[in-house]
């Protein structure tokens, strides 16, 4: 069976594009020739992006290949497939990596488990606020925001996986 999910380099300095290219390629087992375009939003710096099918957990593959690269802002989603929770995962320089289980539509699930916790260990409603913000990726959707933007009218390309 195969998962499908998409990713996105909101930005890249121009010298990492090809490195992204061969560590997107070496975990997908096919060759990957990017669409780079100009990101507005970091003038200088380029963005992609690329819908993808591959083994269940390339998600995780990926974001493990790129996120030695302190320099690139990206996001990886996979779809949930029988048997696997869909996920997505942000990196920002800044803020590092987070990851969320996903639900069909896209949103974050929080565990109940999690959920309880929060709830546990939260003394104030600003203290459960500051939490449930970080459980969802608050920080990282407000960074990658202004970078998503240029990603309007972006050339998408799609690849399948071989093996």
Known sequence: MLAQGVLQVHSAPPALCPHVEWAVAG??????????????????WLRTELTWEGRPGSAGAITSALAGWNRLRFEVTEDATPGCDGVRHSYTPTLGLFTAVTGGNGDILVPEGRLRTLLAMSATDADLRRELDRALGRAWDEELDAFRCGADGAPVRWLHATG
């Not at 669409?35 to 003038?43: K, Y």
């Open 27 to 44: 975990v997908l087992g096919v060759p990957v020739d990017l669409p780079w375009t100009s990101q507005p939003a970091s003038p200088g």
